[in-house]
Structures are given as structure tokens and as C-alpha cells.
């Protein structure tokens, strides 16, 4: 069976993570996220993987080459210009020959979900397009899909209002379909799923399934969403292997990694290769460091990612907070509260960085600016 997946997205949402890394590129505990998604796919015995491409696309071809170290077969379909989530399946129907009914996955989903009973729910139906729905306690920020008794879809509505809301199931972003509904999306042009192809099917009478399911389910999108993964993975909500030592108490240290005796760690914690703690550092899980990352002494460290190559100087408090690759903070500075640093950001001692804020890549914060 083939899976596609859809990685030409910019991920505005999610910058500055993604000013100079794709979406699907983003670490996820020391692994690009795209090859987690991938490693769930060849468990399920998936290693035929089309990858629809847009935004930096040299930083996933370069990455994963043509699959083989993973076990996969996997093939680079470039879009000239984005056409949408369906037209980039259109596009990749014009180069590739689909064979059967195609897995799509949005490329920034994280799941368990059981594809092998999905594709039955597919079959057993004669469905020509199943999306798989995922339940979540405030819809409004996503696509509504209304269902029959039987399942079949009546109705998708857009990022409704309260007053317009009838279900807590929205379009979880993986789809199983039929490459013969294809005919219905114009070529060359930018169109969507859920407010192109989906509601034609319906309007010609094509029968759409959704597949509700209760499996685990995230998109990584916001910053928010990319720590609450982190916090999920960590606290063992979904299944996953960590690299490194497992040295007990939910703590993966990697190879060359030093960590000074009085430093207190406090699973569950991922410390990736080279990495150095030092003297009294307190790291309380969730933590991911990333290789190459430097934690000079007392510093305090809670709920946080580090990308690669992190140097944090003396006496810094991390707290629910990302740090991208590169970056150096300097002494006493606070980094707390949602606030995202981008790659090769140089904080300045002294600083308090909290409340969301955003750091874009290659910036300068000289000592003490900031100070809330
Ligand atoms: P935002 O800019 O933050 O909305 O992120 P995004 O650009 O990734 O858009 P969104 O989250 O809605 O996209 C869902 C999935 O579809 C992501 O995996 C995207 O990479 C992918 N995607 C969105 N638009 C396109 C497109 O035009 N072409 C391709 N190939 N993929 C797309």
C-alpha cells in the first residue's frame, strides 16, 4: 500500500521553529518528526511513502535520501507552486502511478491510530474517501464533520462557531482514498481537502466515510501543541523509543554525555550525545536536550526542548520553553512561559524572556533589555 504524505506546508503557526526548518523536520525528542511518523507507518507493515513537496524541500530529501537506511521506499513529488492539500495529491497523480486505495497524512500528525482497521472500515464500506475523526473539547479551531447513523459524512463545517457546533469529531488530517475520486480536483490549481474535494464528493454523491477513533491523536502546529507533544511523549501517553543509555528512572543519556555528580535529574529525561551538565543543575522532566548542548552550573531546567547545540551559560531558569539549534543564553537570564527562542539567538545575562514571546532566528538580545 502507498501512504502520501503532505509536507509542503510553510507552518507559519509554528515559526520561528520553522523559519529554516520545514514542518516535518522539527525534532521531536532528538528525531525529525517526519521519521517518528514514518517509523508508526512501516509498523504497520507501510514502506511505500510519497512525500508531496513545497517549502525547503533540500532539508527532507537530504535527510532521508531514498529511505533505505529506514527500511522504506520513499519518493520526492515537487510542487512549483503549493497547490493545497488535494491538489498536491492531484499533482503527485500526474507523476506517480497510484495503485490502490493511498493513505494521505497531513505531515505535522502524531497518532497511534490502527491504519489496518481504518483501511477495513474503508473497504467494508465501499467508501471512495474515509477521514479518519478525532474527538477534541474545543472544535472551533477546526473542520466539523457531521456523520449519518452509518457514518457516512453529510456535512463538513469549517472552523465553526459554538452556536453551529453538533460535534466534537473534527478531520484528524489522515484520509484513505480511492485515486479514481481524483478526477475532481482541477489540475494545476490550488485546492483543499476539507473545502475542495470532500464537499464535491458529496455534492456528486460519492460516498465519504468518517472513521471516529479514539487513538492518540496531536497535530504539532503551534508552539503550544509542539511542547504539549513533548510532555505527552515523555510522560509516556504515546509509545516511542528514545535514544541513548536508559539509565532508570525515565532518564536516556547519550553517548559522550557528561553529567557533573551533584547535578539532580529528574525523569522523564532525554539527553542526546556530547551533551554537558554541570555543576548543581536541576533538570526535572519533561526535558529533551538535544546533542551538542551545554547546561553550565545551577542552572534550572523544567518542562523544556533544546534543539542541537545549545550553550546555556551560569545560573539560567528554563521553564516551559523551546530553545532551537544554536543558541547561547547567557548568565541569570529567565526563559520561562511559552517563549520560543529561534536557531542562533544569543541572549544576553540578565534577561527575563516569558509570556510567549518570540525570538527569530540570528537575533542579538544584549545583557538586561529585556525585563517584564
Ligand atoms: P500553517 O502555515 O501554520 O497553517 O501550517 P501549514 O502550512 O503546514 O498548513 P496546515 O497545517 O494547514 O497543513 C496541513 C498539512 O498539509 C501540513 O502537513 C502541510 O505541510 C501540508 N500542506 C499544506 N498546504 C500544502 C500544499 O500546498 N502542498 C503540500 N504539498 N502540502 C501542503
Known amino acids: 500500500m502507498q501512504a502520501i504524505i503532505l509536507v509542503g506546508g510553510e507552518g507559519t503557526r509554528l515559526r520561528p521553529l520553522t523559519c529554516n526548518t520545514p514542518k516535518p ?58 497547490l493545497g492539500t488535494a491538489g498536491a495529491i492531484k499533482n503527485i497523480a500526474d507523476q506517480v502511478e497510484l495503485t490502490d486505495s493511498v493513505l494521505v497524512f497531513n505531515g505535522d500528525v502524531l497518532t497511534d491510530v490502527d491504519l489496518g482497521a481504518m483501511l477495513d472500515f474503508h473497504v467494508e464500506r465501499h467508501s471512495m474517501a474515509t477521514i479518519a475523526l478525532t474527538p477534541v473539547e474545543d472544535p472551533t479551531p477546526y473542520g466539523v464533520v457531521q456523520r449519518d447513523a452509518e457514518g457516512r459524512v453529510q456535512r463538513f463545517i469549517e472552523k465553526p462557531g459554538w452556536d453551529a457546533i453538533t460535534s466534537n469529531l473534527i478531520n484528524a488530517g489522515i484520509y484513505v482514498i480511492e485515486p479514481s475520486v481524483l478526477r475532481y480536483a482541477p489540475p494545476h490549481l490550488h485546492f483543499m481537502f476539507e473545502s475542495g474535494l470532500f464537499p464535491v464528493l458529496l455534492q456528486v454523491g460519492e460516498p465519504v ?23 505527552d511523549l515523555l510522560m509516556g ?95 541569570n537570564s ?13 541572549v544576553g545575562s540578565g534577561n527575563r524572556l516569558e509570556h510567549g514571546i518570540k525570538i527569530w532566528p540570528h537575533r542579538t538580545i544584549e545583557p538586561s533589555t529585556i525585563t517584564f
Open 25 to 82: 523536520m522539527v525534532p521531536i525528542a532528538n528525531r525529525p518528526f517526519l521519521e517518528r511518523m514514518m517509523t508508526h507507518l512501516k509498523s504497520h507493515g507501510i514502506t511505500d511513502i510519497i512525500l508531496a513537496m513545497c517549502y525547503l524541500p533540500d532539508r527532507i530529501q537530504n535527510y532521508f535520501g531514498d529511505g533505505s537506511d529506514l527500511g522504506l521506499k520513499i519518493t520526492y513529488v515537487m510542487e512549483p507552486l503549493p
Open 209 to 231: 466515510y468518517g472513521y471516529p477513533t479514539n487513538a492518540y491523536w496531536i497535530d504539532i502546529g503551534t508552539p503550544q501543541r509542539y511542547l504539549a507533544v513533548h510532555h
Open 237 to 331: 501517553q504515546i509509545r516511542m523509543q528514545f535514544q541513548g543509555e536508559a539509565r532508570g528512572n525515565n532518564v536516556w543519556v547519550g553517548a559522550d554525555s557528561i553529567i557533573d555528580p551533584t547535578a539532580k535529574i529528574t525523569g522523564p529525561v532525554v539527553i542526546g550525545n556530547n551533551c554537558t551538565i554541570g555543576r548543581n543543575a536541576r533538570l526535572t522532566g519533561p526535558v529533551v536536550m538535544g546533542d551538542g548542548c551545554t547546561v553550565g552550573a545551577d542552572c534550572v531546567l523544567e518542562d523544556v526542548v533544546l534543539w542541537q547545540g545549545a550553550e546555556i551559560h551560569n545560573q539560567v531558569m528554563l521553564k516551559t520553553c523551546v530553545i532551537a539549534d544554536h543558541t547561547n543564553i547567557g548568565d
Open 334 to 346: 529567565w526563559i520561562t512561559n511559552g517563549a520560543i527562542i529561534g536557531d542562533c539567538v544569543t
